[in-house]
């Protein structure tokens, strides 16, 4: 595997998974900082921010089944069902947590400093 700011020969899962998470930390941004969280930019904003650490979980999830010899014993192609188990509890956690979230964050737009 290998950074974004290296030379590659093809596109692997982990770059994707950079590009998605860079692209959904942009809206984010946007979200926060250029709209203010006004209207429907507040539960954008919150959604993004899960989505993002979803995405990090994800990976330490992936991470995780790969170096810690116990878990990798019991997945070890990650592609067996204690991974798949492990990632979709991951999964419908950050889903009711994203909800959640979306209904109590406050809807007051941020005044510009």
Known sequence: MT?????????????????VSLVVLTVAVLSRYARRLTG?????????????????????????????????????????PPFLLAQLVVLALFIVLAVLATKRFRREPIARI
Do not use: M
């Open 40 to 80: 429907a930019w507040a539960a954008i904003y919150v959604i993004c921010a899960a989505v993002a650490l979803y995405l990090n979980v994800f990976v330490g999830v992936v991470q995780a089944f790969l170096k810690v010899s116990a878990l990798h014993a019991l997945a070890p192609r990650q592609t067996e």
């Open 3 to 19: 950074g974004f700011g290296f030379a590659v020969d093809e596109l692997v899962a982990s770059q994707v998974v950079g590009v």
